[in-house]
């Protein structure tokens, strides 16, 4: 396999934006919601559960990247051994078992080390990390759908396009 460059597409840098701009205005609504529950002494209690949530987020952000990677990795694997069926499915699996595995590794070890080294709460920790995995899902889903959207309407522009010439011509 080439050692090429892996670069992200539109759509994925546009999901793990939408991911970032949601991980900020989650910690931003803890933090109002425990102010506004506990009154102004609970500020620093709010950047706490904050904190947790932003880490949590951050592992989450982090997985959505490897995710990325991995996909791309095997597409380039299984192209790479194209002339070869057999091979080509089995080169083509082997980044996404290792993907997984490393992201089992990243979580795990990420979710011990805020837990135990930064004393986050282990609820806002895994908040952050299943709202941000939400998140992947929902935008995903939202950057594939526009897509087609702008594909499909390329197509009926260009077939109109192409009615209006067959009209033109017929008319001369």
Do not use: C
Not at 33 to 60: E, H, I, K, N, Y
């Amino acid at each position: 396999m080439s050692e090429e460059k892996l670069t992200f597409d539109s759509g994925m840098q546009e999901v793990l934006k939408l991911q970032a701009y949601g991980a900020l205005l989650l910690g931003g609504i803890v933090v109002l919601v425990t102010v506004f529950l506990s009154g102004p002494d609970g500020f620093m209690l709010g950047l706490s559960r904050a904190f947790a949530l932003m880490f949590g987020a951050g592992l989450g952000i982090f997985t959505t990247a490897i995710t990325a990677r991995v996909v791309l990795r095997s597409g380039r694997a299984a192209a790479d051994s194209a002339d070869n069926p057999e091979a080509a499915g089995a080169r083509g699996m082997l980044p996404v078992y290792a993907g997984v595995v490393w992201k089992l590794l990243i979580v795990a070890g990420g979710a011990f080390v805020g837990m135990v080294y930064f004393d986050l709460r282990p609820l806002f920790l895994l908040l952050g990390f299943i709202m941000i995995q939400a998140g992947y899902i929902s935008g995903s889903i939202s950057v594939h759908a526009r897509r087609r959207r702008k594909r499909r309407a390329q197509e009926r522009a260009q077939e109109l396009r192409k009615r209006r010439d067959h009209e033109r011509r017929n008319r001369h």
